[in-house]
């Protein structure tokens, strides 16, 4: 049997950019569930001072995080040294969405992985194989 | 205090075994109480899994049975465990709790700084340099790969998303910011189409917003001099700062705040030159590979 995936509510303390109705009702929820859940003030200050706890938080195996958008998330966690597993992250976006889609996205039991993946750009020197660069 | 490097005091919410469960309320006006402080909560029931323990301090909030807190410690030594018990504690007394023992422990304190710096997207980053060439406040520097990082975030200037906009691959993101694609949004063509027009700010700030300024001052200066209003001379050197922000969604303190003409010159030159060894650095790599 597979381990559930672990639930991370962002509560993006210092800005306003998530609607306050969304973070509250989804915050509500999760406190009226009887699920075990991670919350923290703001990943994006926790980013800025390198926060080991991020680690702890990108470690535990399958996730879902309500914050903001995946794009950021993934590379928030990144900046801090502490990347998220590709494959097991699905970000719910509170930014956009409603509480209830965010809420039913954490309760399924399905993840959906839903991480950014793969270069968009042309690889920089510094990224490509050194026989590559001779080429 | 330097930024970097403090640990969140995780503070547990227990109402297992030998404790009593908080109403949903009273659950929901804690979490919010504690996170609006800046801690990091964790509750745990037997429903679902947390993060695995760390070696962060961490203290154990409950209603333990007969108010009493269990007196315990980490086996191994490595964790500061502490237990409080919070019967009849409403949330301002739980927060002051809190804030008590993450002093003692020097675990991070939150809210002194509001948390706005450029996050680099790699899967878009091309390592170009031009961020680097263009930050007068040392914010970017490169790894040992020399590859383009983030280094002194606390520098940034709050809710300015300058850098963002001179970033060809729109791989600059400021996660707060109010619109995509620079929030974190997915990047459109029309998006990278849009920064291809954008304004040259590079220019705007290094030289020609004290151009206008001193146009501007000079004839301020012979208008005042007559009124002799110092107040409105500097009403107009806002006035003119404003639009020159707007064009650039620059925050008008921003620019206010900028440092001399002669200091933006120097800066500008160090971090061009600073680039221009990385990317000289760069194609050393690649020829010699
Ligand atoms: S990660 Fe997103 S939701 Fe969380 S603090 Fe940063 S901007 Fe806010
Ligand atoms: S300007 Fe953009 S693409 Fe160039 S190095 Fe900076 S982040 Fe990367």
């Known amino acids: 049997m597979t381990t559930p995936p672990r639930i991370l509510y962002c509560n993006c303390t210092y800005a306003q950019v998530v609607p306050k109705e969304v973070k509250e009702a989804v915050l509500k929820k999760l406190c009226e569930s009887g699920v075990a859940f991670d919350a923290v003030a703001d ?3 926790m980013s800025a001072r390198l926060d080991p706890a991020l680690k702890r938080l990108a470690d535990g195996g399958a996730v879902k995080i309500a914050a903001c958008y995946p794009r950021a998330v993934k590379w928030l966690f990144h900046a ?15 930014r956009v969405q409603s509480a209830d889609e965010v809420a039913n996205a954490l309760f399924s039991a399905e993840l959906q992985p839903n991480l950014p993946t793969g270069k968009a750009t042309k690889p920089s020197a510094v990224e490509l194989p050194k026989s590559e660069v001779a080429a | 205090m330097p930024l970097k490097e403090q640990t969140t005091l995780r503070v547990v919410l227990y109402e297992g075994d030998g404790a009593q469960p908080l109403e949903a309320g009273d659950r929901f006006t804690t979490m919010t109480t504690l996170l609006e402080k800046g801690f990091a909560v964790t509750r745990v029931s037997d429903k679902g899994r947390v993060a695995p323990a760390d070696r962060t301090s961490l203290l154990v909030l409950g209603r333990f049975n007969d108010g009493r807190a269990p007196l315990g410690e980490d086996a191994s030594g490595l964790v500061n465990l502490r237990f409080q018990d919070i019967t009849d504690f409403d949330s301002n007394r739980i927060a002051e709790a809190v804030e008590t023992l993450r002093a003692e422990t020097n675990a991070a304190k939150h809210g002194d700084w509001k948390p706005w710096f450029p996050v680099i997207d790699y899967d878009r980053c091309t390592n170009c340099m031009q961020c680097l060439s263009f930050c007068l406040f040392g914010v970017y520097g490169v790894d040992e790969q020399q590859r383009i990082q983030v280094q002194n975030n606390d520098n940034c ?14 791989a600059i993101m400021f996660p707060k910011y109010k619109a995509g694609p620079i ?16 304004i040259d700010i590079s220019a705007l700030l290094g030289g020609d917003v004290y151009a206008m300024l001193r146009e501007r001052s000079e004839k301020a200066k012979s208008r005042f001099s007559k009124e002799r209003d110092a107040d409105k001379a500097l ?18 303190e921003v620019l206010m705040s900028l440092p001399s003409p002669e200091e933006i010159a120097r800066r500008a030159e160090e971090a061009k030159a600073k680039a221009q060894t990385v990317l000289a650095a760069q194609q050393r790599g690649a020829s010699t590979a």
């Open chain 1, 43 to 45: 990943l994006c200050e």
């Open chain 1, 80 to 94: 801090a040294k502490a990347p998220l597993p590709i494959e097991a992250a699905e970000i719910l976006n509170m």
């Open chain 2, 157 to 170: 200037k709050t809710n300015c998303p300058a850098c963002s906009r001179v970033c060809p691959e729109a």
């Open chain 2, 183 to 198: 929030n974190g949004d997915v990047v459109s063509d029309a998006d990278l189409q849009r920064e291809k027009m954008k």
């Open chain 2, 235 to 252: 009403q107009e050197r806002q006035k003119c700062l404003v639009k020159l922000a707007s064009a650039g969604d620059i925050p008008p």
